[in-house]
């Protein structure tokens, strides 16, 4: 299920799907309009948006930005914000077209991985295969090749000096300054290798580690997999189907995957194993153990003779930062704390750990909802005692963005704090560690997208929400605005009849508790006509189905082009999802086939009854993944109500799915006699309920939510004689939602069971 993060924002271009037919309900040009509105093709139509900024140096940070023109590489000073180009975009252009033989447009440069050297004086980017070099003043433009070549999947030191690697099961650094290749173990064998990135739903070649600010130590771990149950899976091919088996964890596993960490000193080449008990495959929020390209839960102090850590327990409830000595490996428990069902360090998913070792001033900064709330907390780094609150009251912390220890300040995202306005937005504030001054720097209504940058004593401010677009201004550490970028425009967005989401904000479940959402209507709406109500859900419960309450064309799902079918589409953060109340995000703990639904027709039902035009008999309803498992769930367990569903890769049972994910979700699995406590979640144990119209899809290859637990599903259903229709995907993994072919059988679904033939 995280992998649908990544999977979800792209999107197939309009030329590639296939041309559907017209039916009796819906025409060739609403599906030629549905098309038109999918995410891909609407690329290019919103101006201004400031994209990709890098702060180069002190004098200038670069952007990439659209334009009536196309798309432009600029730079700004910051001392005085005079904007230019970063180069010269017909001269690059005409470069390209030299060197690859086609030609290339000035106003539709894709630069990616583009790198400025400090001096602007050059870039470096991908392009059609190969990295190229181009100089800006000579306006020369040379293909890439280093002397020093950088290992594939390494990751790269804080200055780049080194890379670090895995080579077989041993972990190795190249100098990237001499080229000297180093061999830091060479004991690892399979299953029981150096640095391995493998937590079962994801695997990757690229080392797990984290370095010290002066490179001179990093952190990793021997993972130890021995003994713990694969997991299998067959591609399709010519004769013999090719198999793939790897370590995968279940819940209730007795063997599951350990930590044994170690910090390696790479002036001696000393490898120091840390004197604690080996950890489990967590890190203290969700989800994966890595944060950008370091290992999370990791803070060396300056000179990496000390390492704070903290230990996540299997069950999530118990976490512990310690110290360790990086020379002797002793270690001391600092803080320890249990929150139930389970502890977060930050509530976003992937979000970087709340917490700081505060090396010179001997203190920490700690994060927790013990209070409901997630708020900050200083701590001293010998006792561990409380010092002090941070920040207090009914809201939540998102980010700890910097720590200024000389004027014991630090800045912070939070959300929910600001009276009347919508609860998930974010806002940047500052505050002194003793809790006193606290100031909202970001005063302006709307979500707000920080890009702190401490090194140069600014941030980039973006805000915006569902209808109103972005505005980007630079910002000072107190907030006051230093140069203005501009709001984006979206008027040649709207002028394709783009129509914007409404948000609404209904009742949950209990008939008390506040759920917001946002609803698509076709751009051709008729009030006087009667529209099927579809729910586009992703349950979490690390996010929600909304994902942002900014502005922005892409939504996961592409919930506006199944609208133009002649559908009301909603999508609404249910109870179960964070960033609210620790009560809220754990409503269902224990029952993760609730995954909101109770939420979601009690909003639905509130939409059809302030508005006419809504059909509350013809309810769909549809999502991928975790979305996937809540589609099978609403037709299985709510078959009165949701009448049709188009169930996507989902983790029909948890007791399939990684451990990770149902263990800190679900709690942990204890199977007594005929007694289990995930039984309540397995869907197939449910398949006898199905009434409605219900068409189910996986792909054959899925390393993340393996297709085993659909196959039980499908199973059940036929054991149970129910009608039902599904879709295989031969070799492709998890992200297959946005392929054409799935886009259109899923539309047409749809339109056959609540257009053309409604219940």
């Known amino acids: 299920m995280p992998a649908l993060f990544l999977t979800l924002t792209g999107c197939a271009s309009t030329a590639e799907l296939p041309e559907t037919e017209s039916t009796p309900a819906v025409s060739a040009e609403d599906f030629q309009r549905a098309r038109s509105f999918l995410p891909a093709a609407l690329s290019g139509l919103v101006y201004n948006d400031i994209q990709s900024w890098q702060w180069v140096n002190d004098t200038f940070a670069v952007y990439q930005t659209q334009h009536e023109t196309g798309i432009r590489f600029n730079r700004i000073r910051l001392a005085d914000g005079e904007i230019s180009e970063l180069f010269d975009h017909d001269r690059l252009a005409g470069e390209l ?78 100098n990237m300054v001499t080229g000297e290749d180093i061999p830091l173990t060479d004991d690892g ?32 771990y021997r993972l130890d997999e021995r003994g713990v149950g694969t997991m299998h899976i067959l591609r399709t091919a010519e004769g013999r189907p090719e198999l ?50 370091q290992w999370a839960d990791n803070q060396f102090n300056e000179d990496g003779s000390q390492l704070a850590f903290v230990s996540t327990s299997r069950d999530y409830a118990t976490v512990t930062l310690k110290m360790a000595d990086s020379k002797t490996g002793e270690v001391r428990e600092i803080y320890q704390e249990t929150d139930h069902p389970f502890f977060e360090s930050n509530l976003t998913s992937r979000g970087v750990p709340n917490w700081r070792v505060l090396f010179d001033s001997n203190e920490f900064i ?193 919930p506006q082009s199944l609208a133009e079918l002649g559908f009301i589409v909603v999508q609404v953060d249910a109870m179960g999802t964070p960033l609210r109340s ?90 007594d006699g005929d007694s289990d406590t995930f039984a309540n979640q397995a869907l197939y144990l449910k398949a006898s309920n199905l009434q409605g119209k219900l068409l189910i899809t996986y792909g054959t290859m899925d390393t993340n939510v393996h297709p085993n637990t659909t196959l039980q599903l499908i199973n059940e259903l036929i054991r149970n004689d129910r009608d039902f229709d599904l879709m295989v995907f031969p070799n492709r993994g998890h992200g297959y939602f946005n392929e054409p072919y799935h886009q259109r059988i899923s539309w047409e679904y749809f339109v056959r069971h609540l257009l053309e033939n409604p219940f």
């Open 97 to 174: 077209t030299r060197v690859t033989g086609r030609e290339v447009r000035a106003d539709s440069l894709v630069l990616r991985n583009l790198q400025v050297d400090e001096t602007l004086q050059s870039v470096r980017f991908f392009f059609e295969g190969k990295t190229w070099e181009f100089f800006t003043d000579a306006r020369e433009l040379h293909e890439y090749q280093p002397e020093i070549t950088r290992p594939a999947s390494s990751v790269l030191s804080p200055s780049g000096k080194w890379a670090a690697y895995r080579s077989g099961h041993n972990l190795r650094v190249r």
């Open 189 to 220: 064998e399979e299953l029981w290798a150096y640095a391995t990135n493998s937590q079962g739903w994801s695997r990757s070649a690229t080392p797990i580690v984290a370095w010290s600010p002066d490179e001179t130590h990093l952190s990793t």
């Open 244 to 293: 793939t088996s790897w370590p995968y964890a279940l819940p209730g596993d007795t063997i599951v995957p350990l930590h044994h960490r170690i910090v390696i000193d790479l002036t001696s080449r000393d490898v120091t194993w840390l004197q604690t008990e080996p950890d489990h495959q967590r890190t203290s929020n969700c989800c994966g153990l890595t944060r950008g390209s």
């Open 366 to 558: 700690w994060f927790t909802r013990k209070s409901e709330w997630g708020h900050l907390y200083l701590h001293d780094l010998d006792s561990g005692v409380l010092i002090n609150p941070i920040t207090r009251g009914d809201w939540n912390v998102v980010d700890l963005l910097h720590v200024d220890t000389k004027s014991s300040r630090i800045w912070f995202t939070a959300a929910g704090k600001e009276e009347g306005r919508d609860v998930y937005q974010h806002y940047l504030y500052a505050v002194n560690m003793d809790g006193t001054d606290l100031q909202l720097l970001t005063p302006e209504e709307g979500h707000h997208e920080i890009n702190f940058s401490a090194e140069h004593g600014l941030f980039l401010d973006t805000w915006s929400d569902y209808t109103t677009p972005k505005t980007t201004v630079v910002r000072d550490l107190n907030g006051q605005i230093i140069h203005h970028l501009g709001q984006a425009d979206i008027g040649p967005l709207l002028q394709t009849g783009f129509p914007l989401p409404v948000p609404f904000v209904a009742k949950g479940r209990d008939g008390v508790t506040d759920v917001y959402g946002i609803m698509f209507k076709p751009s051709n709406f008729d009030e006087t006509k009667s529209y099927p109500i579809i729910n586009s859900i992703y349950p979490g419960p690390q996010v929600g189905s909304i994902n942002t309450p900014g502005f922005s064309v892409s939504r996961r799902g592409n």
């Open 582 to 671: 620790k009560s809220f995000h754990t409503a269902y703990y224990g029952d993760m086939a609730d995954n909101g639904l109770p939420d979601q027709a009690a909003a639905m039902r509130q939409l059809a009854r302030q508005y006419d035009w809504i059909d509350i008999d013809r309810a769909g309803i549809y999502g991928h993944s975790g979305g996937g498992f809540a589609t099978a769930a609403a037709l299985l367990t709510m078959p009165d109500f949701f009448k049709v569903g188009v169930a996507s890769a989902g983790n029909m049972d948890n007791r399939g799915y990684t451990y990770y994910w149902g263990e800190k979700y679900h709690g942990q699995r204890i199977v």
